[in-house]
């Protein structure tokens, strides 16, 4: 059925009919009471509102009896919430704002339509649209859990207008395969594609600066990620138990890898560390099995606690001549290491930072002239064959 209304008359242009109609056409105006017919109209199917302005004026009560009030051009906060009947949607092309859980819960929807003038879309909004298959977000700032627990969603276009993906705004998408990640985009919030479970891929083009913390952990199925010249931060967590990535180019702007960044990406045979990197965080590869090699750059000072702990497979590490000090457990469990390049005229201070490794077998590699300094150095006086270079 299509509808040309005034704001406020839907209801008695609808008259009995708000009992039978499935699918909703309507162009014109509408405000608060007019979406307050829309969401009493049973059965409802599909919702066409493309040549709808949203107008000020009105008001509905939401799913949990809260007062909702209109503003121009916004999808209201809680507009169809809960409803379990809604299959498709295409918002207004003047809307550039969609409200808090406007569309939460709906468990039917399986396409949406959003307006190439978004703006913002607000969080929860789509969250737990189980239906959802596909959605193309033009442009905008998509928030906060906007589209979490879209276990449905398969298909997933990012346009170069997007800005900002938000925190958790694809939380346990688990059907998502694979994302890209457009040139417009300057951060990736934090927990944004968090349990993706069988994500497999991830482009990200130059742009985005920030990956937040564990925006892609438990993507277990995630093997191959590219990640952009203009990256400055990992966040902590960000691909912990990503066990099938087996290699990493960290770019050479990156400066900071956060905590826990790569905590038991198992299947982690390679990764660079640029000179551009000043702080790699506590347990950043903890359980990194397949790493067989490493070369901390001169702008490393400290290597934190339990950076490498469990790196079962390393056998070679290069520590360069600015390294100072080596945090607890560092490198326990490295029992397969076979040699040690420290380039420091100073031993860096250890405590408990080189358990775990078999002195006797392992080689330690140091500078020309510093051979008693090692010796007598906490740590490094128990390796039995040094050798200076």
């Excluded at 390393?314 to 360069?320: A, E, F, Y």
Aim: glycine share 8%.
């Amino acid at each position: 059925m299509k509808t040309n209304v005034v704001a406020g008359n839907l209801n008695a242009l609808l008259e009995t009919q708000n009992n039978i109609n499935t699918v909703l056409i309507l162009t014109g105006e509408i405000n608060g009471n007019d979406i307050d017919t829309i969401r009493k109209v049973v059965n409802l199917s599909v919702l066409n509102l493309a040549d709808v302005n949203i107008v000020e004026g009105g008001s509905f009560y939401n799913e949990d009896k809260e007062y909702v009030s209109i503003k121009k051009d916004e999808i209201p906060e809680y507009m169809l919430s809960g409803l379990d009947t809604i299959a498709s949607v295409t918002l207004p092309n003047s809307a550039t704002t969609i409200g808090k859980k406007a569309f939460s819960g709906c468990i039917e929807m399986t396409s949406v339509t959003l307006p190439e003038k978004l703006e913002y879309i607000g969080v929860y909004a789509f969250d737990g649209c189980t239906g959802l298959t596909s959605v193309t977000i033009p442009c905008g700032v998509i928030g906060k859990n906007a589209f979490s627990n879209c276990t449905g969603l398969i298909s997933l276009k990012i346009g170069e207008g997007v800005t900002v993906i938000g925190e958790a705004a694809f939380l346990g998408c688990t059907a998502l395969k694979s994302i890209t990640i457009p040139k417009g985009v300057i951060s990736i919030g934090a927990e944004a594609f968090k349990d993706c479970a069988v994500l497999a891929t991830a482009t990200i083009y130059n742009g985005v600066i920030s990956i937040g913390d564990q925006a892609f952990r438990n993507c277990t199925e995630l093997a191959l990620v590219s990640l952009p010249d203009s990256l400055i931060s990992i966040g902590e967590n960000a691909f912990r138990d990503c066990t099938r990535i087996t290699a990493i180019k960290v770019p050479d702007n990156v400066s900071k890898i956060g905590d826990w960044a790569f905590f038991d990406c198992s299947g982690l045979k390679t990764i660079n560390l640029p000179e551009s990197v000043t702080s790699i965080g506590e347990a950043a590869f903890f359980g990194c099995s397949g790493l067989t090699s490493i070369a901390i750059p001169n702008s490393i000072t400290n290597i934190k606690e339990n950076t490498f702990n469990d790196c079962k497979g390393l056998t070679s590490i290069t520590l360069s001549k600015s390294v100072t000090s080596i945090g607890d457990w560092a490198f326990w469990g490295c029992n397969a290491m076979e040699e040690i390049h420290c380039e420091a005229q100073t031993p860096p201070a250890t405590a408990d930072s080189l358990n775990g490794i078999d002195k006797t077998n392992c080689k330690l590699f140091i500078p020309k002239g510093t051979l008693a300094a090692y010796k007598n150095a906490a740590g490094w006086g128990e390796f039995t064959t040094v050798t200076e270079e």
